[in-house]
């Protein structure tokens, strides 16, 4: 059973930056590829980014790519998603989730985080 915790929600200016942090609970969070999703309530969960097990490639969705990054540190159990040039649209709960296989599909995730709010106001 893999936790994991988001941080670094928060508000932040159109045009504004922020970084997103999952940490994990175990070392076998290693063996797991990692995705970002984020939710505006009332909707389902859309992808964001995902990242292999190792961080040798990332994939973005259209929405964000240019604009966000996402990395890891297996060492520190810790994932990331660097959000430049946020725009109000970005506003939503964004969640961190682990899975078995390197995918922009929600089924395909198996641990999720409890999501952690971006606001970016005009």
């Known amino acids: 059973q893999v936790q994991l915790v988001e941080s670094g929600g928060g508000l932040v200016q159109v045009g504004g930056s922020l970084r997103l942090s999952c940490a994990a609970s175990?070392?076998?969070?290693?063996?797991?590829?990692m995705g970002w999703f984020r939710r505006t309530p009332g909707k389902e969960r859309e992808f964001v980014a995902t990242?292999?097990?190792?961080?040798?490639?990332?994939y973005y969705a259209a929405s964000v790519k240019g604009r966000f990054t996402m990395s890891r540190d297996n060492a520190k159990k810790t994932v990331y998603l660097q959000m430049n040039s946020l725009k109000a649209e970005d506003t939503d709960v964004y969640y961190c989730?682990?899975?078995?296989?390197?995918?922009?599909?929600?089924?395909?995730?198996?641990?999720w985080g409890q999501g952690t709010q971006v606001t970016v106001s005009s």
């Open positions: 989730a682990a899975g078995r296989t390197y995918s922009t599909l929600e089924r395909d995730y198996d641990y």
């Open positions: 175990e070392y076998t969070v290693s063996n797991y590829a």
């Open positions: 990242i292999t097990r190792v961080g040798d490639s990332t």
